[in-house]
């Protein structure tokens, strides 16, 4: 539970939004869908590692692969369900006889079941309203008769006809389905749209069905989309760590959950202050670099340059939405072109080097010419360079 001492973002949110009171389930989808990044590559042990990470950040469910992809992907989650990970493994199956079997052989007693839904999807694959339906009913039943508790997802339902989408929904729960995915497979929807489509799946199914909701970002709106849907009624919230996914990624797990429990006041169950470390490790196993302006995890946010943020550093509240141990990061003092003379001062402490104060003025000038020329920060080292070039300098602690 976020220290409300830790959140800085004033009474306007409070003004403006009733604070939820339920608590939010969810879902990591970074071994299935975060994988489908283009290019990204895990080995069973790195997902065996990634889950672990994953499952430390206090996630409830954790859907582990999908095992008809390849023997390795069939290994990894082999070691995952030996691992003894808190969180409750799901696996992943479309709605194919052999993808069930092999859900029901591994020993995965959850799991999603997955079929396109809307014309667009079923017209490009020539198979009927009708016939894909029958394909869902027949997995849904066959898993459910296996033992494997069944949450069935709907593949580009916010594009899909309403009434279709509520008849195959109603159809999957008959056949024995226990909870519902409501799927934004290209980001399409707008948070306005997410809320829409969740009451109106609520309406045709009942009140008791649990919803997820499972987003991409391909609007920029993955997050935004994830609190319409909680607010809307979804009980369960699919994401990746750092975003990961196809296209422009998925949810962002932690981005969601910050925004959830600091701005709503919904409760996650998600141990933040894990959220940086985690995501710079999964980023460096997968192969990929994160913009440094990134939410939440990005290395500039607690990160100063400037010089009139950095005369205020000293207080975080002035320059921050929130602090930095509740995500795990650190604040730092950077040199460059746009720092100013209590950049300096800063930086001389932090490092123990003493330079008398008529000096900064130089020491500045020579840190802006620096950044300017290289187009970038000056480092620890170069500004020690340049106080050994001070006719007077000293860099005794």
């Not at 009733?18 to 389930?25: I, L, S």
């Not at 029901?104 to 079941?113: A, K, M, N, R, Y």
């Not at 000293?314 to 604040?331: C, F, K």
């Not at 008529?358 to 187009?375: M, P």
């Amino acid at each position: 539970m976020i220290d409300p001492a830790e959140i800085w973002t004033g009474t306007l949110n409070s003004r403006a939004i009733q604070a939820g009171d339920t608590r939010v389930g969810l879902y990591d989808t970074t071994l299935r869908d975060g994988e489908q990044t283009v290019g990204v590559v895990m080995t069973a042990e790195e997902k065996l590692e990634i889950a672990r990470l994953v499952d430390g950040l206090g996630v409830d469910r954790m859907e582990v692969g999908f095992p008809r992809v390849t023997a390795e992907d069939r290994r990894a989650i082999e070691l995952l369900l030996g691992a003894g990970l808190d969180a409750e493994l799901w696996g992943f199956s479309r709605a194919v006889a052999a993808d069930v079997q092999l859900i029901s052989e591994l020993g995965l007693t959850h799991s999603v079941i997955e079929a396109p839904v809307s014309d667009l999807k079923l017209d490009a694959l020539g198979v009927s309203r009708d016939k894909m339906t029958g394909r869902i009913e027949e997995a849904v039943s066959s898993a459910v008769a296996a033992g494997v508790h069944v949450a069935f997802f709907g593949v580009d339902g916010s594009r899909a006809d309403l009434d279709f989408l509520a008849e195959v929904y109603r159809r999957a729960l008959a056949a024995g389905a226990s909870e519902l995915v409501v799927v934004d497979t290209l980001g399409i929807a707008a948070p306005e749209a997410v809320g829409y489509l969740i009451a109106y799946v609520r309406d045709a199914v009942g009140p008791d069905v649990p919803l997820h909701f499972h987003g991409h970002d391909d609007f920029g709106l993955a997050t935004a989309g994830a609190v319409a849907a909680v607010k809307a009624g979804a009980s369960w919230i699919h994401g990746t760590v750092n975003g990961m996914g196809e296209r422009a990624g998925n949810g962002n797990l932690c981005e969601i959950a910050l925004a959830l429990e600091a701005l709503y006041g919904y409760q996650t169950g998600l141990r933040l202050e894990q959220s940086v470390p985690v995501a710079r490790r999964v980023a460096d196993m997968c192969g990929y670099g994160m913009e440094p302006w990134k939410p939440l995890v990005g290395e500039n946010l607690f990160r100063r340059e400037t010089g009139a943020v950095a005369a205020q550093f000293h207080d975080p509240q002035a320059v921050e939405p929130y602090s930095s141990h509740l995500v795990g990061a650190t604040r730092a003092i950077v040199l460059g072109k746009k720092s100013g003379v209590e950049s300096i001062r800063i930086k001389l402490e932090e490092l123990g080097l003493q330079v008398p104060e008529e000096h900064w003025g130089d020491l500045l000038t020579a840190v802006k010419s620096r950044g300017v020329a290289k187009r970038g920060l000056v480092t620890d080292e170069e500004l020690r360079d340049m106080i050994s070039d001070l006719p007077t300098a000293s860099t005794d602690a």
